[in-house]
């Protein structure tokens, strides 16, 4: 059971990115996978999820309205495309995935709580002013 995130640059303020995160090693159409992030001395953020089966998604509010979360079902990919990007966004963006029906609440619980039992290792994001 595996996740490898990938995209993560250095890029300027108000450019976009793309960030993938590849499964591999579970059935991936049963779970929900969601972005988070990190920078250094700040707690984790929970930013957006998606229910595979059925691409139902939420978003938080650090990047509503600058984001969009994605699944590519036959790649066993889930994408997060991030726009008009800003220093504040400077953190190691990370996935995570669970059993859908193992989750507990809604989805802005698993956000909020981050009850995902597998987790990537995280792709780097910078952006400079």
């Known amino acids: 059971v595996q996740l490898v995130e990938s995209g993560g640059d250095l890029v300027q303020t108000g450019e976009s990115l793309r960030l993938s995160c590849k499964a591999t090693?579970?059935?991936?159409?049963?779970?929900?996978i969601a972005w988070f992030r990190q920078a250094p001395g700040k707690k984790r953020e929970g930013l957006a999820t998606?229910?595979?089966?059925?691409?139902?998604?939420y978003y938080s509010d650090l990047l509503r309205g600058r984001a969009t979360i994605s699944a590519d079902n036959a790649k066993n990919t889930v994408y997060l495309q991030m726009n008009d990007l800003g220093p504040d966004d400077t953190a190691l963006y990370f996935c995570?995935?669970?059993?859908?029906?193992?989750?507990?609440?809604?989805?802005?619980?698993?956000?909020?709580?981050?009850?995902?039992?597998?987790w990537g290792q995280g792709t780097q994001v910078t952006v400079s002013s």
């Open positions: 998606i229910t595979v089966s059925d691409h139902l998604t």
């Open positions: 995570a995935a669970h059993d859908r029906l193992r989750l507990p609440g809604v989805p802005k619980t698993w956000l909020d709580l981050a009850p995902f039992g597998t």
């Open positions: 090693g579970f059935k991936f159409d049963d779970h929900a």
